[in-house]
Nanobody, 121 residues
Framework: QVQLVESGGGLVQAGGSLTLSCAASGSIFSINAMGWYRQAPGKQRELVATITSGGSTNYADSVKGRFTISRDNAKNTVYLQMNSLKPEDTAVYYC???????????????WGKGTLVTVSS
């Protein structure tokens, strides 16, 4: 019912920048929040940044000052601007959406398939 499509991952040199995009499509009625998580090999998935429909943001300490999350509510799209990238930022980045498919449903979590970001030293 809800599909999240990520784009923008790729290979970047340390210190470089990259922008990720995620568009939610399908029978989405309302979105409480969207965000980005990442998982590096051998590590647990961790929150990178989230943003509510009202614009409230939350960032992991490791990316504060370097990453910026934004959204276009009308398009159900969230972006992640990543600057000053470090090798430790290398991970699969997953788009996340928390919302309803209709007023008759409760909020559910939806996930994208992930996009790989590789930062070389």
């Amino acid at each position: 019912q809800v599909q999240l499509v990520e784009s923008g991952g790729g290979l970047v040199q340390a210190g470089g920048s990259l922008t990720l995009s995620c568009a939610a499509s399908g029978s989405i009625f309302s979105i409480n929040a969207m965000g980005w998580y990442r998982q590096a090999p051998g590590k647990q998935r961790e929150l990178v940044a989230t943003i509510t429909s009202g614009g409230s943001t939350n960032y992991a300490d490791s990316v504060k000052g370097r990453f910026t999350i934004s959204r276009d509510n009308a398009k159900n799209t969230v972006y992640l601007q990543m600057n000053s990238l470090k090798p430790e930022d290398t991970a699969v980045y997953y788009c996340h959406c928390h919302g309803k498919v209709s007023p008759r449903h409760y909020d559910m979590n939806y996930w994208g398939k992930g996009t790989l970001v590789t930062v070389s030293s």
